[in-house]
């Protein structure tokens, strides 16, 4: 997988867990391995300026996602094709005032906006409450299964 961290915020942040998580949601996700994810992470004035030309909202939002070629979930049988997947672009400080209300670290929010960003790339909404309940249980099985994972390897 080619997945590239490019910290642009001011705030410092573990490049590599964000790196490790969207391999292991992309490889549970049965997305071919040469597929193409860029994570971004950008201070408020840019998300503010790309929530705005991009969603036409005003002010910063906490994670925004750009999809290319539509790529969608695989199976373990037949697996997406290769191909890039997109851009997730995370806003550090909006997820910091986040992160306290939900009374976790910055970092536990950042996992899990990556993944939620993700699964938009990867044709996953919530606009309707199934939808919601799908794509929410997709994220945290994730997020459970990567901390498993991230603690044994």
Avoid at 78 to 101: K, R, S, W
């Amino acid at each position: 997988m080619s997945i590239e961290v490019n910290n642009e915020s001011a705030i410092p942040v573990d490049e590599a867990a964000l790196q490790r998580l969207a391999g292991y949601a992309l490889d549970i996700m049965h997305v071919h391995p040469d597929a193409e994810l860029a994570i971004v992470l950008v201070d408020e004035a840019a998300m503010e300026q790309l929530h705005v030309q991009w969603m036409d909202e005003p002010g910063p939002t906490d994670v925004l996602s750009f999809p290319m070629d539509e790529l969608r979930p695989g199976t373990e049988d037949d697996p997406a094709p290769a191909g890039l997947l997109g851009d997730v672009v995370l806003c550090p400080q909006v997820a910091q005032a986040q992160a306290e209300t939900a009374g976790h670290s910055l970092m536990e929010e950042l996992l899990l906006l990556t993944t939620h960003g993700m699964l938009h790339l990867l044709g996953f909404d919530h606009a309707e409450p199934a939808e919601e309940r799908e794509m929410f249980g997709i994220q945290r099985d994730i997020l459970i299964g990567f901390s498993r994972y991230d603690r044994q390897h």
